[in-house]
């Protein structure tokens, strides 16, 4: 019963190989995302998607391309792998509550791909 | 423009002190929120508090409280007689309530270090 999970857990690979991550959700959020951490820890949004549509996409290569199957998997598939590729992403998926008052973005993450590009 | 600051890098505490995590925020909406998460060796990350804009409240749970100052853009996070199992790297983190799929922004981290 994992709300958000992410597979492989780890990616060893090759420079200038294909690879895809996969995330799902089944918490019945409609907002999913991408999150990339770097070797000095610093987390930063790459995409985020709302019912499939594409909301962000930061300056992140277009070798990095999102697709949204349905509101409960985002995958990220990287083309062309290169050195500084070598990151954990995290998936994250949240809830838009379309009440009276603020809107709440708690985001839940995944556990994480670690990414090693040799 | 929206940016969290957490100027302490590194912190290294021993069993049973104190210790507080600095975190400066800027944002030019009068509506958003704050968070806190921890990112324990295992590298997952955990959501630890959410706090609204609106709501100046100081929220205590456990060993944990969070001090929130509006008046100086500040979420600091306290942790009350430190435990080994505290060692981890805690971010801050804003975001805005504009849209749907409105993205955290992190400040960078400080890392725990609790020793026994």
């Known amino acids: 019963d994992t709300a958000v999970s992410q597979t492989p857990k780890y990616l060893v690979t090759q420079m200038g190989n294909d690879k895809s991550i996969k995330c799902e959700q089944n918490?019945?959020?409609?907002?999913m995302y991408w999150y990339k951490q770097d070797s000095k820890k610093f987390l930063k949004i790459m995409f985020s998607?709302?019912?499939?549509?594409?909301?962000i996409n930061e300056t992140v290569p277009n070798r990095f391309s999102p697709k949204s199957p349905d509101k409960a998997h985002l995958n990220l598939h990287i083309n062309s792998l290169e050195l500084g590729d070598s990151a954990v992403y995290f998936c994250?998926?949240?809830?838009?509550?379309?009440?009276?008052?603020?809107?709440?973005?708690?985001?839940?993450f995944g556990p994480g791909t670690r990414l090693t590009v040799l | 423009a929206q940016k969290v600051t957490q100027a302490q890098t590194e912190i290294s505490v021993v069993e049973k002190e104190d210790v507080t995590l600095d975190c400066v925020y800027e944002?030019?909406?009068?509506?958003?929120?704050l968070f806190w998460y921890k990112q324990p060796p295992s590298g997952e990350l955990v959501f630890l508090i959410r706090?609204?804009?609106?709501?100046?409240q100081n929220e205590i749970s456990g060993r944990y409280s969070w001090n929130f100052q509006k008046s100086t853009s500040s979420f600091n996070f306290t942790i009350t007689a430190s435990q080994v199992v505290d060692s981890a790297v805690y971010f801050c983190?804003?975001?805005?309530?504009?849209?749907?799929?409105?993205?955290?922004?992190f400040g960078k981290g400080t890392t725990l270090s609790v020793s026994s």
């Open positions: 994250a998926s949240s809830q838009v509550f379309k009440r009276e008052g603020p809107r709440l973005n708690e985001q839940f």
């Open positions: 918490l019945g959020h409609d907002t």
């Open positions: 998607y709302n019912n499939k549509e594409l909301i």
């Open positions: 944002t030019r909406d009068t509506t958003y929120y």
């Open positions: 706090r609204n804009s609106f709501d100046e």
């Open positions: 983190a804003l975001s805005e309530a504009l849209q749907a799929g409105t993205a955290l922004i």
